[in-house]
């Protein structure tokens, strides 16, 4: 037969005693009819094992090579142990090989044991999915079986039963008949044929249906059989009508319930009851909004406005007062809120005192300047900040920590003493608990002096009077507080109740009682305040450093700063970035009368605005945006005037003197500022067209170039890219850091502004007798000098009846027919007025001459 001619003959593989390869044939088939067989070899792969133990069974790794045709395998020799298992003799085997034989002994038992862990897991994994196929099978197999069922009648059912041996009969006769040729065909090799395999009737498959198909039919219970037939009547559907219809929702139940319960009640529907609601009403809302929020019809709000005389629409806006008309005649209640209800308050609001804590006191030193505040609060920490001060005075207000002997903490601020920085030294006033007033003894009370007791007179805080400077020649302690009984301040050695010590900073004599002291006011004072609270802080300085950005020295009131709180000073916001204290050390939290710098501002604050912590960073940008729009409309805000003040403003003859203000802190911008503008008078006023913090930026050179202004610089200098501005532009810049240098510059640049300062002193007086021509023109005076002198080339002012008629200068001066050059009182003189012929006699001549001196601010 062709057929059995095709198939490759059966050939016996080769007999051996243990095959080390194992060989095997594959049949590749190619285009247009080409076949190819490849010989194929399966090795056994070597194992590594622990000395000692047995060699586990070889694995095998199949390798295709391709052959002509299958050769007959060689007996493989017994293999060699492996190498691992000798150990050398002890004689020969040196300590470097003993090492590395161990090494790679356990080398070799890592990999072993690895291998044999990935084997079992591979094992496991194809176990699991073996038997997740096998569920998944089950499971189509009874669904199959149940739709089945379900499909087939009892009748259908008994039929298959019946006709299954004849279907099965008839199925294994061909079977019998190919296994009857395979044997004959297979008859000459020798082999027995196989026993015919009988076929069992399997039910016929389902068509795939799509899954979307499938849950239609899961959740309606509907087959598509059952929607073809479902247009036919059928005796079951006759009888049974409501069998497989669809069922009323619920929602479709309450509503008949509900109908039919109305029409039991009486067949009228009964109104719902009116809802009285509390209206949230801003100072000006649309009608649309307002009957939103009263939940009205928006064309019965405009019919209420329109009997109201008001002609609007449900788009206009109407204000707070109309509203609430509004909401009272519907029957609603008002709650009318503003625009400030966004701030925070301001109003301290008390803590339990069962929270409260005691607390380090804040002492403010305060005085006269060149008093010695800076070295007494050097020699209480030890350290010499006097030196690295311009001018060895105090220009920023500072805060440190000072720890006492006996282990309690005081916190110090230290005020600047000069005439400028009255500012600072009120907010020192402000939020301190103990005034420590420094007074030398060799210089006794000064107007610093005088204004520090007013500041803490009016602060209401209790004041401690440090009398310095007792080495020096010249000291008398009992003079100064003889003079301090001029302003109500009485020490304790004169029967009053402030106390005073006698103290030397600079030799740190008696430094001990005043801290005793210190103590002692604060213990009667019983300090305390809440910790476990969002923080409350007061800015003592501000400043915007290069590298680190705005930063602020603040005071903390009450609560601890964390760091990443959200706040918000002034009308600035952030977020707590970094806390450094005193020491320069960052730290992570900072409780009550700790003064610490605060990095994450959005930018600059005023100096003594409190800073809030809120709850998050979305409150602290509304409130901050809040406050920048109110300072924005009090700036830019018109002063109400009239008629004569505009009049007055057009003829004024003020003479501006624009200036531009850069500092290194918030507290200089703001002394400097102030002290520009008390030197200010009728004649010459100062016009500060910006004033900042932080370095001198090219926005400030060009405003400078435009207004034609000089920039004062104090502490601080231009970056590269302005002084590029400033050698182009010309601008003039006055660098300062002392503030009286400062003063006193721009005060004789004022003065130099207006010129020098001009004073007529009258020098004599005349009356006119009579007129004479003289020339063609001019008309000369006989006059009589009734006071002084007249000189010629003098300064002159003719009057008539005490009004003056005009200014003019003596042109020349006659005594009989000689020229002279003054005649004095008593006697008669000629004198010819230059530009003026409007002379008559009776008319006064007031001669004077001008003296210049410098103007002085």
């Known amino acids: 037969m062709s057929d059995s001619e095709d198939k490759p003959t059966r050939t016996r593989k080769p007999l051996g005693l243990k095959r080390a390869v194992d060989a095997g044939e594959v049949k590749q088939t190619f285009s247009h009819g080409r076949t190819n067989k490849v010989a194929v070899e399966v090795k056994r792969r070597r194992k590594l094992v622990k000395p000692g133990e047995a060699p586990a069974p070889e694995e095998t790794l199949a390798e295709a090579a391709p052959a002509p045709a299958p050769a007959p395998e060689p007996v493989p020799a017994p293999a060699p142990a492996p190498a691992a298992k000798k150990k050398a003799p002890a004689s020969t085997e040196t300590p470097q090989e003993r090492v590395a034989r161990l090494q790679r002994e356990a080398e070799e038992d890592r990999l072993r044991s690895s291998e044999e862990a990935r084997r079992r897991e591979e094992e496991q994994k194809v176990k699991a999915q073996e038997e997740e196929k096998q569920r998944a099978e089950e499971n189509r197999k009874a669904e199959a079986a149940e739709k089945e069922a379900a499909k087939a009648p009892a009748k259908a059912k008994k039929t298959a039963t019946e006709e299954a041996p004849v279907a099965e009969a008839a199925a294994d006769a061909p079977a019998a008949e190919a296994a009857e040729e395979d044997a004959s065909e297979t008859g000459d090799a020798g082999t027995p044929a196989p026993a015919a395999r009988k076929f069992t009737p399997v039910a016929r498959p389902e068509p795939k249906r799509p899954e979307k198909k499938k849950k239609e039919e899961k959740r309606s219970g509907k087959t598509d059989d059952d929607r073809r037939r479902s247009g036919k009547l059928t005796v079951n559907r006759a009888l049974n009508e409501d069998e497989g219809a669809r069922a009323r929702s619920l929602a479709a139940l309450k509503r008949a319930r509900e109908k039919e319960r109305r029409i039991q009640g009486g067949g009228s529907r009964k109104p719902r009851e009116k809802q009285f609601r509390e209206v949230v009403v801003p100072e000006g809302i649309t009608v649309q909004e307002l009957a939103k929020r009263m939940g009205e019809k928006g064309a019965d709000l405009v019919k209420a406005l329109f009997n109201m005389d008001m002609m609007v629409t449900v788009n206009q806006s109407i204000d707070q007062d109309t509203a609430e008309l509004l909401v009272e005649e519907f029957g609603h209640t008002i709650q009318r809120v503003s625009d400030s209800d966004v701030d925070i308050k301001v109003a301290v609001d008390d803590d339990p005192e069962e929270t409260l804590r005691p607390r380090p006191p804040v002492v403010t030193i305060m005085g006269h300047v060149d008093h010695g505040k800076t070295s007494l609060l050097d020699a209480l920490r030890g350290t010499d900040v006097v030196k690295g001060e311009a001018g060895g005075i105090t220009q920023h207000i500072g805060s440190y920590q000072v720890k006492t002997k006996d282990g309690q903490t005081i916190t110090f601020l230290d005020t600047p003493g000069h005439a400028a920085f009255t500012e600072m030294r009120q907010r020192g006033a402000n939020v301190t608990d103990i005034v420590v007033l420094v007074v030398a003894a060799d210089d006794g009370i000064m107007p610093q002096t005088i204004e520090a007791i007013k500041h803490t007179q009016a602060a209401g805080v209790p004041m401690i009077v440090a009398i310095n400077k007792i080495d020096k020649e010249g000291a008398n302690p009992q003079k100064i507080r003889e003079r301090l009984l001029e302003h ?196 010459i006023k100062v016009r500060v067209l910006h004033s900042g913090v932080g370095a001198i930026t090219e926005s400030d050179v060009t405003l400078a170039a435009a207004s034609k202004a000089p920039i004062i610089g104090f502490n601080v200098r231009p970056n590269p890219k302005a002084r590029a501005l400033v050698a182009r532009d010309r601008v003039e810049m006055k660098y300062f850091d002392v503030i009286y240098h400062l003063t006193e510059e721009i005060a004789k640049e004022m003065a130099g502004e207006l010129g020098p300062e001009k004073i007529e002193h009258v020098v004599g007086r005349a009356e006119v007798k009579q007129v004479f021509p003289a020339g063609k023109k001019d008309k000369a005076a006989g006059l009589l000098v009734t006071e002084g002198v007249i000189r010629k080339g003098l300064f002159a002012r003719l009057t008539r009846e005490d009004v003056i008629v005009s200014a003019t200068i003596i042109q020349s001066l006659r005594r009989f027919k000689d020229d002279v050059d003054e005649v004095r009182t008593g006697l008669e003189c000629g004198v010819v007025l230059e530009d003026t012929n409007d002379i008559k006699p009776g008319d006064m001549l007031e001669v004077f001459e001008v003296e210049e001196r410098e103007r002085v601010l």
């Open 488 to 683: 109500e301040v009485i020490v304790e050695a004169m029967s009053g109740d402030v106390q005073d010590v006698e103290i030397s900073a600079k030799n740190k004599t008696n430094l001990d009682e005043l801290l005793e002291k210190i103590a002692l006011q604060a213990e009667l004072l019983e300090l305390k305040a809440r910790p476990d609270r969002p923080a409350e802080a007061t800015v003592i300085e501000a400043q915007l450093d290069k590298g680190r950005g705005p930063v602020a020295t603040v005071l903390i009131t009450r609560g601890t700063l964390k760091r990443g709180d959200n706040f918000v000073v002034g009308t600035e916001s952030g977020k707590v970035r970094a806390i450094i204290n005193d020491q320069g050390k960052q730290i992570k939290e900072a409780g009550p009368s700790m003064p610490v710098e605060v990095l994450g501002l959005g930018g600059v604050p005023d100096s003594g605005e409190q800073l809030s912590v809120v709850e998050n960073e979305q409150r602290a940008r509304e409130v901050a945006a809040y406050r920048q729009e109110k300072a924005t409309e009090k700036r830019t805000a018109l002063a109400p005037t009239n008629f004569d003040a505009m009049f007055s403003s057009l003829k004024t003859d003020v003479v501006e003197f624009p200036v531009l203000v850069k500092a290194d802190v918030q507290g200089s911008v703001q002394a400097i500022t102030s002290a520009l503008n008390a030197l200010s008078n009728d004649l």
